[in-house]
């Protein structure tokens, strides 16, 4: 554990003159690097000046976080992304007629050979093995025994 852990202003070394060397060395840099300020610009950006590139950036990551909370195994990768992106005729975008990344079976994870770009309107309406659609593999809120209702109490 660190000498400091816990600790606030002079009992953490902090004394007053200290303060006031950190002050200006900070006014100093801010002076000196006047568009620099918290490294936001497109030149930070991983992606690059373009923010097309950035918004698929995005969405990316949502989607993996998403199947990452779901417990669902994720093993498409940024540039394989980027590549089933050019191949789409139209915009992604959650319209029923705009294109997607679907997975065909869905009780398989997120992988290259198990997803293809589908209209909404075809993925939510696709013929499945008996009366329900398939539900995606995962630990929701249901499957860990929590059923909500409006009071936010549990059923019993």
């Known amino acids: 554990m660190s000498w400091n852990k816990g600790?606030?202003?002079?009992?953490?070394?902090?004394?007053?003159?200290?303060?006031?060397?950190?002050?200006?060395?900070?006014?100093?840099?801010?002076?000196?690097?006047?568009?620099?300020?918290?490294?936001?610009?497109?030149?930070?950006?991983?992606?690059?000046?373009?923010?097309?590139?950035?918004?698929?950036?995005?969405?990316?990551?949502?989607?993996?976080?998403?199947?990452?909370?779901?417990?669902?195994?994720?093993?498409?990768?940024?540039?394989?992304?980027l590549d089933l992106y050019k191949t789409a005729p139209g915009e992604w975008e959650r319209d029923m007629d705009a294109y997607n990344l679907a997975r065909e079976d869905t009780r398989k994870g997120w992988h290259i050979w198990n997803v293809r770009l589908m209209t909404r309107r075809e993925a939510m309406t696709r013929p499945t093995k008996g009366r329900h659609r398939r539900k995606p593999k995962g630990l929701g809120s249901k499957e860990r025994g929590i059923t909500w209702s409006r009071g936010g109490k549990k059923k019993k």
């Open 7 to 81: 600790k606030k202003g002079i009992e953490a070394g902090w004394t007053p003159e200290r303060r006031r060397k950190a002050s200006r060395r900070q006014k100093q840099w801010l002076r000196d690097h006047p568009t620099q300020l918290w490294n936001s610009g497109p030149e930070y950006w991983l992606t690059g000046p373009d923010p097309e590139v950035r918004r698929l950036r995005v969405r990316f990551n949502r989607m993996r976080a998403q199947a990452k909370f779901w417990r669902q195994a994720w093993t498409i990768n940024w540039e394989d992304y």
